[in-house]
């Protein structure tokens, strides 16, 4: 058993229960290939959830500050994330994202970049529209439904892979590529209410 596997039941241990974690449209994640799964942003606790639910292992990029914490940072890359620089353009990170859809793993990503304080969708960066473009990977979109609550139900649904086939056809931008993603994650959110 990989550290990430026995991670993920431990956790699965905890949240399920304390959460009352749902997940629905497990399903829409194909079995196989490259997948970009999109989600929305609300807690901390978002990259473990969306992972934990989903049907195989997810890969996240997750801010570099985690990897300089003593122990955590040891832990972190056996937890399938890999560093990213915040609030600047990541080459290194940008390679290791591609590299992970072109192998035929599932990529994570927040589009909004960081946390929403309200729980509203807010905007999404390029760099989803980017890997979306740049790779055959399906795209799914992801909602997370809260709030974080003790014994408060928190959902995660799985949205269909988005059709990217006009916007790669057409040579469309990362930023028309990431407002489709988002616009896909708004109906997850407001159809779930």
Do not use: W
């Given at each position: 058993?990989?550290?990430?596997?026995f991670a993920?039941?431990?956790?699965?241990?905890?949240?399920?229960?304390?959460?009352r974690?749902e997940a629905?449209?497990?399903e829409?994640?194909?079995?196989?290939?490259?997948?970009?799964?999109?989600s929305?942003?609300?807690?901390?606790f978002?990259?473990?959830?969306?992972g934990?639910?989903?049907?195989?292992?997810?890969?996240f990029?997750?801010?570099?500050?985690?990897?300089?914490?003593?122990?955590?940072?040891k832990l972190v890359?056996?937890?399938?994330?890999?560093?990213?620089?915040r609030g600047m353009s990541d080459r290194?990170a940008?390679?290791?994202g591609?590299a992970?859809?072109?192998?035929g793993?599932?990529?994570?990503?927040?589009?909004?970049?960081?946390?929403?304080?309200?729980?509203?969708l807010g905007k999404?960066?390029?760099?989803?529209g980017?890997?979306a473009?740049?790779?055959?990977?399906q795209?799914v979109?992801c909602a997370?439904i809260g709030p974080y609550k003790p014994?408060?139900k928190?959902r995660?649904?799985?949205?269909?892979?988005?059709d990217?086939t006009?916007?790669?056809q057409?040579k469309?931008?990362a930023?028309q590529?990431t407002?489709?993603?988002m616009?896909?994650?708004?109906k997850l959110m407001?159809?779930?209410k």
């Open positions: 058993m990989t550290v990430y596997d993920k039941s431990v956790v699965y241990g905890v949240f399920k229960p304390l959460y974690v629905t449209g497990r829409n994640i194909p079995a196989e290939g490259g997948v970009l799964l999109c929305n942003h609300i807690d901390n978002d990259p473990i959830l969306v934990m639910m989903a049907p195989r292992p997810v890969y990029m997750a801010k570099e500050e985690l990897f300089k914490v003593p122990v955590l940072g890359p056996h937890l399938n994330a890999f560093p990213v620089k290194e940008l390679r290791k591609l992970i859809l072109k192998e793993k599932v990529l994570g990503l927040f589009p909004e970049g960081t946390r929403s304080k309200t729980g509203e999404g960066l390029a760099g989803a980017f890997f473009l740049r790779t055959d990977a795209i979109p997370v014994f408060r928190v995660v649904v799985y949205g269909k892979p988005i990217f006009g916007l790669r057409g469309g931008s930023e590529a407002e489709l993603i616009s896909e994650i708004r407001e159809s779930s």
